[in-house]
Each structure stands twice: as structure tokens, then as C-alpha cells.
């Protein structure tokens, strides 16, 4: 199997979609000529044409409701948002126009819309270009929210969002675009939503993330195992709408314990769906209220100390294992 | 160009007497229709909001009589009557408002939202310029497809404030999108007046995103219907988008929930003057295409079509609690 980074594993994934069905296409700003701004669309227009790659205007809103109204008239557009951050300029199509036009049409009108975006912080980027809202997404019924973790990950569940009949916001890590990974090359190659993965067994505690988190999540298990001679136990969300909430609750029914880590901030977050799903579930397996390791709760800091404590570390979660022994 | 200083008079070239006849039945029966909608909402077989089209039937019997089937057509929430026009079962937008099965949207859009996919109405949509860059996309696809058709999108005077306005005509004409823009301007944003609201006049707005723009009187059917023909000509030479500013006045409140504080008794009653069907009621009298026994003939026949609707939405099944999560996703 090759390796590949990240973004070329998402790039091969549009690039095989495009290949594979005339009706999908790419806008967003900047994916063409400038190449992509994390460079996932590079090479693309050179390919396809600018009939199929389309640079557009910064106009988050007009651009993502053009996705919509191509997507209900029988196209399968993907569309870009540059970063996250952005995609509060064009709330009112993803939420009041995507997530319902289905219902509200009577079942008549859906909307198979791709909308990628890169997430998260770590990059000094500051408090408007540093956000993870994926458990915001995860909030609306009608969307259907994908978080990848890794190269192959990303490729697969791409694949699969593009054949999707509803739409789907498909959020990357931004500092995961460089991470390497093996990849299948196999066109046919599509995972389905809705299916964690276990990445590490384990039989003390159980850590649940998703995207960036996930590799929190890895290093913490391998210090506590190093360092405390815990096993842990790693699930990988991958999608949390759907949500595999049964691969964490059998888990959990194994560890006893539960740690979730999300860059996202907690109030109102993911990590407290988790928790809640869990506690409903497996009450009477657990040995310890669940964690929730979360981003701290203030707007991201500019200077690079203050970013770092403001972000979930591993540290923080082998220190939430422990709190709980 | 703007709202000609008299009112045409005569009929016409072009204009038979069947499409006069057709017109003047879609008018009136928008207006009843609208009239026993109010009623029905005062007895509470209708809830929630409810805006009412009655006095702007000629913007949408002008234009949307000039849609070939394989049109689109999105528009906002004060859209019973675009649905009418566009030749949905008016039992089933009835139904729809009922909240009943029978509905469009089987109950579950309301008043509001209103879609029908064999006559390509996507919707009713009721967050105020909303639906504007989704016509950019519908029509978008047209293009890409190769299809013969153009995406209708109706907005009011309220929605061009909106910063998706601009995003969307800008779009549409960069992209060279099949999109006839057409804006019922009613004078009022819910209770703002058009001069509190927008600091140019609307029309060339759109000339400044480069594309045809014109202001027409929307009182005046015939007038509506050629420069609909007019712009879809244009729109389907491949010329890119087309805008049309029609000139209208609202004669009930905002939604039933309207005290109307805003402007005056007088100024309504003035309005009313202008009213679209009776100047084409006069224009076609003045042919010698309709006498009193043909209007009395077809003020009776609508009140019939009308009761029918109400009593078949009635006599539609609740949605079931079973149901409640149907199309939330497609499979």
C-alpha cells in the first residue's frame, strides 16, 4: 500500500470521485489556480478544467447555498470552506437551508452536498481562526458529520460522503494535512459512516476522540502504559452523526472507565454527549464518573504558551485516568 | 426604466383570449383562495404564520405563466400564490396549510414552505433572502447539465437588504447563470417602509452587478407577463441573468398577526384603486372578451374550486406520530 499525507490521500479521493461521476464538481476559494489553502485541491484544475474545479468568490454564504441548489438539482458538489472558522458566514444555508430542505420539502428535495473544512488549533492562528466546532455540527439532525484521523481514514470516508444522498460536513484536523499513512489505492476502497474503530485494546480505561483528538488519545495510552502500566483502550469515532455509540458502550462495559478528549470546547460539547450516552447505557459498568478532556473555555490566545494550555494535551488525559483510580 | 406614467390600456398582440381568460381565473382564484385561507386561519384550521398574497396576484400570474415546465421556480414565504401559478394542486397546498398528509410537504413545511418536485417549485423559504444563493446553484446546475431551463427567483423588497442578495446576483452573474431575479417590491419589509430599508432603488442595484434590470408595474398582468418574456428570451439566449423590479402593494397585513401601526387606513384604500384585477377585468371588458354574466359565471365557479379545497384539506388524515421522523435523512 502506498503512503501517503493526509492531503494527498484527500485529494486522491476527490480526484477518483470526479473520475468516477461526471455530476461532481469542486467550488471554494482559492482550490484552483492558487492550488488549495492546505493544498488538498493542487493539480485538480489542471485536470478537470475550471468547468470542475471552480474558484469562487469570498462569499461563504452565496458559494454554499450555490452547493445546495446544485446539489438538489442533480449535481454532487463539493464544496470547500477554507477554514471552520469561515463557516459561520454561511450558517444560514448549511442550517436553515441543507440540514432541513428534506424534511421540510416532504421527503422531496435532498441536498448531497459535500462541505469540507479544516479545523482546530495549535498554530497561533488566534481566537477567529482557531476553532473546532465539530459536536456544533453534530448538533443538527439533517447532517451528518465526518471527523477523519488519519490518511487512510480520510480517503475512505471521503469517498463515502461523495455517495451520500444527504449532506455531510467533512471536517479536517488541520494538524493532521501532513501526517503520513498507508493508504489503498484500490478504487473501490469506501468506508462506511458510522463505524468506530477500536485502534488500541485495552482493559483499564477507555479513551474516546475523533480527528485530532485521536492522537491525544494514542500518546496518553502509551504513557500510561510506559509510565503506570494501565491499559487503555482507544476508539476512534471517525463520524459522530452517525454515531457509533455501541462500540464505545461495549467497551466501556469491558474498562469500566471512560475518558472522552475533544479540542472542542466542553460546555455544551461532544465530549458531554458521549458522556451522557454512556452513563444512560453502562451506569452500572462504571467504576468512575466519565472524563472529559476537553479545550479550556475561552476564546484560543494568540501567544504560543498560552494556545498550548488552552489545548487538550495527553498529559491532561493520563491525568484524568489516574484522578479516577 | 420605470413604472410607466399611465396605464396601459386595450390588449396586446399576442395576449388571446384564452390566456386573458386563464389569467384572469388565476387572479381571482388566488384571491379567494387567499380570502378562505384567512378564514380558515380565524378558526383555527390553519396555525402559525400566515402571510397573505392578496393584492400582488399580477406579479406571479404575469410571470410565472411564462415558466415552461422544465423551469425552477424558489421563492419566498408569501408564496400560495406562486404555487398556484405554477400549477400545483391547490387541494394540496391547502392540505399543506392545514397541516394534513394530503399536503405538499405532508404537513410538515406549513404556510411557509411550500415544494413541489414535478413542477420544480423548491420551496417557500422563509429566512428573509435565504433562497437566493440556492437559485444560483439550481440554475447553476441547469447550465451544467445543458438544460433548456431557467431558475425563477421571487423575493421582496424586505429581502434586498439582505447580504445574500448581493452574494447571489453577483455570483449569478459572474457564473452567467440561468436566473430571472424577480423582486415584489411591496413597499414594506413587515412594517419598514421600502426608504428605511434600501438606499437605492432596487432595480439598479442589480444594474450594478451587470445584468438587464427593469422596474415594471405590478399591478398590470399584461405587463408583467411581456416583461417576463421578454427577460426569459434573454435568460435563454444564454445571456446570463435577467432582474425584474415589480412594483406592487400588499393589501393585508404582514401575517395575521399584523396590527398594521405602520400606515394608514387612507393609504390602503388608495392602493386599492390600482387594483390588478379589476384594471384587467376592465381591460378585457373594454375588448369585448368579458360581460357580467361571464364574470359572474367565474366568480361563482372560483368560489366552488375554492370550497373544494377546503373541504378535500379538511377531510386529509393527520400526519401519523408514527411518521414524525420520516426524511430527516435519505437513505
Given amino acids: 500500500m502506498p503512503e501517503l499525507r493526509m492531503r494527498e490521500a484527500l485529494r486522491e479521493a476527490l480526484r477518483e470521485e470526479m473520475l468516477r461521476d461526471d455530476r461532481v464538481f469542486l467550488m471554494g476559494e482559492d482550490i484552483g489556480a492558487y492550488g488549495g489553502s492546505y493544498t488538498v485541491t493542487r493539480g485538480l484544475l489542471d485536470e478537470f478544467g475550471p468547468e470542475r474545479v471552480i474558484d469562487t468568490p469570498i462569499a461563504e454564504s452565496g458559494v454554499v447555498g450555490a452547493g445546495i441548489g446544485a446539489a438538489i438539482n442533480g449535481l454532487r458538489p463539493m464544496v470547500e470552506i477554507m477554514t471552520i472558522n469561515f463557516s459561520f458566514v454561511a450558517f444560514d444555508q448549511i442550517i436553515n437551508n441543507a440540514s432541513k430542505f428534506l424534511y421540510m420539502s416532504g421527503g422531496q428535495f435532498n441536498v448531497p452536498l459535500v462541505l469540507r473544512m479544516a479545523a482546530g488549533g495549535g498554530s497561533q492562528l488566534g481566537a477567529t481562526h482557531s476553532h473546532s466546532l465539530e459536536g456544533l455540527y453534530a448538533h443538527f439532525p439533517g447532517l451528518k458529520v465526518v471527523c477523519p484521523s488519519n490518511p487512510a481514514d480520510a480517503k475512505g470516508l471521503l469517498k463515502r460522503a461523495f455517495r451520500d444522498e444527504n449532506p455531510v460536513i467533512f471536517i479536517e484536523h488541520s494538524a493532521l494535512y501532513s501526517l503520513k499513512g498507508e493508504v489503498p489505492d484500490d478504487a473501490d476502497y469506501v468506508l462506511e459512516f458510522g463505524k468506530a474503530r477500536v485502534l488500541r485494546e485495552g482493559t483499564d480505561v477507555t479513551i474516546v476522540g475523533y480527528g485530532g483528538s485521536v492522537h491525544q488519545a494514542l500518546r496518553s495510552a502509551a504513557m500510561l502504559e510506559d509510565q503506570e502500566q494501565l491499559s487503555a483502550e482507544v476508539i476512534d469515532l471517525r463520524t459522530l452523526r452517525p454515531l457509533d455509540i455501541d462500540t464505545v458502550i461495549q467497551s466501556v462495559k469491558k474498562t469500566n472507565r471512560c475518558v472522552v478528549v475533544e479540542d472542542d470546547w466542553q460546555f455544551g460539547g461532544f465530549a458531554g454527549e458521549i458522556s451522557a450516552q454512556v452513563m444512560e447505557r453502562a451506569f452500572d459498568w462504571l467504576d468512575a464518573p466519565v472524563a472529559r478532556v476537553s479545550g479550556k473555555d475561552v476564546p484560543m490566545p494568540y501567544n504560543r504558551n498560552l494556545e498550548f494550555a488552552a489545548l487538550p494535551s495527553e498529559e491532561d488525559v493520563v491525568e484524568a485516568v489516574l484522578a479516577m483510580l | ?331
Avoid at chain 2, 95 to 123: N, P, V, W, Y
Avoid at chain 2, 226 to 254: C, S, V, W
Fill in chain 2, 1 to 331: 426604466m420605470t413604472t410607466q406614467a399611465t396605464a396601459p390600456t386595450g390588449i396586446p398582440e399576442g395576449f388571446t383570449p384564452d390566456l386573458l381568460d386563464y389569467m384572469l381565473h388565476q387572479m381571482l382564484f388566488m384571491r379567494r383562495f387567499e380570502e378562505r385561507t384567512g378564514e380558515m386561519y380565524t378558526k383555527g384550521k390553519i396555525r402559525g404564520f400566515l402571510h397573505l398574497y392578496i393584492g400582488e396576484e399580477a406579479c406571479a400570474v404575469g410571470s410565472i405563466s411564462a415558466l415552461q415546465p422544465q423551469d425552477g421556480l424558489i421563492t419566498h414565504y408569501r408564496e400560495h400564490g406562486h404555487a398556484i401559478a405554477r400549477g400545483i394542486d391547490p387541494k394540496r397546498i391547502m392540505a399543506e396549510l392545514f397541516g394534513r398528509e394530503g399536503g405538499t410537504s405532508r404537513g410538515r413545511g406549513g404556510s411557509m414552505h411550500i415544494f413541489d418536485k414535478e413542477r420544480r417549485m423548491f420551496g417557500g423559504h422563509a429566512i428573509v433572502g435565504g433562497h437566493m444563493p440556492v437559485a444560483v446553484g439550481l440554475a447553476l446546475a441547469d447550465k451544467k447539465l445543458g438544460k433548456d431551463a431557467v431558475t425563477m427567483c421571487v423575493f421582496g423588497d424586505g429581502g434586498v437588504a439582505e447580504g445574500e442578495f448581493h452574494e447571489a446576483l453577483n455570483l449569478s452573474s459572474l457564473w452567467k447563470t440561468p436566473v430571472l431575479w424577480f423582486c415584489e417590491n411591496n413597499g414594506y419589509g413587515m412594517g419598514l417602509p421600502l426608504e428605511k430599508s434600501i438606499a437605492n432603488d432596487i432595480y439598479k442595484l442589480a444594474e450594478a452587478y451587470r445584468m438587464p434590470s427593469i422596474r415594471v408595474d405590478g399591478m398590470d398582468v399584461i405587463g408583467v407577463r411581456q416583461a417576463t418574456d421578454e427577460a426569459l428570451k434573454h435568460i435563454r439566449a444564454g445571456n446570463g441573468p435577467y432582474f425584474i423590479e415589480a412594483m406592487t402593494y400588499r393589501y393585508r397585513g404582514h401575517s395575521m398577526a399584523d396590527a398594521e401601526l405602520y400606515r394608514t387606513k387612507e393609504e390602503v384604500t388608495e392602493m386599492r384603486k390600482n387594483d390588478a384585477i379589476e384594471r384587467l377585468k376592465q381591460r378585457m371588458t373594454g375588448a369585448g372578451l368579458l360581460d357580467d354574466a361571464k364574470w359572474d359565471a367565474l366568480v361563482e365557479r372560483v368560489e366552488r374550486e375554492v370550497a373544494e379545497c377546503i373541504d378535500w384539506a379538511d377531510a386529509s388524515p393527520q400526519p401519523q406520530i408514527s411518521t414524525l421522523f420520516d426524511d430527516v435523512y435519505r437513505e
